[in-house]
């Protein structure tokens, strides 16, 4: 059952990430609002290790385990030096679990969580662009300007990990 709570709760913070829930308004909002999505992907990867059923699933896993755990250590560390708050995983777990009405079982993880992949990038690459463009803050921006390089290369690795698997994302 816990299992099924974890991976309800992954789904949902997903979902929210693709379709642009979190949306950067002021420095508290990209810091809180990018590590939530830092701390999805994490968590998304773990879970990608486990349910995962393919070599090339696995792989692109663990890589955004160990990407995106070191942009959450980087943002952590900017925040932390400048009194804002950072989501962390009991955080993004009460606010998905807040938000769970239904899940719907998908006939594959892999295509799912290649499909998840293609669309939470699409939006936190649109955080990002936000950040890096309009950010208040000139470390902030510097941050999001030197993130996106990355995250549009698991984006690209995303869409033809979800091709790959007859990922309807996959554009």
Do not use: C, W
């Amino acid at each position: 059952m816990t299992h099924l709570v974890r991976t309800s709760v992954l789904a949902i913070v997903i979902g929210m990430a693709s379709q642009g829930v979190f949306a950067a308004q002021d420095n508290d909002d990209f810091v809180e609002d990018a590590s939530a999505k830092g701390v999805a992907e994490v968590e998304a990867g773990k879970l990608a290790q486990e349910k995962g059923t393919s070599a090339d699933v696995k792989s692109f896993a663990e890589m955004m385990i160990k990407d995106h755990s070191a942009a959450n250590e980087k943002l952590k560390t900017l925040a932390t030096s400048k009194n804002l708050e950072v989501s962390d995983d009991a955080q993004l777990m009460d606010k998905a679990k807040a938000m769970i009405l239904e899940l719907r079982s998908a006939k594959s993880f892999d295509q799912a969580y290649a499909n998840n992949q293609v669309k939470a990038h699409e939006a936190t690459i649109k955080l990002f662009e936000e950040e890096a463009a309009n950010g208040k803050d000139a470390d902030l921006k510097a941050f999001a300007t030197e993130t996106l390089p990355k995250l549009k290369a698991h984006l690209s690795q995303a869409q033809a990990l979800a091709k790959a698997h007859g990922g309807d994302a996959a554009q």
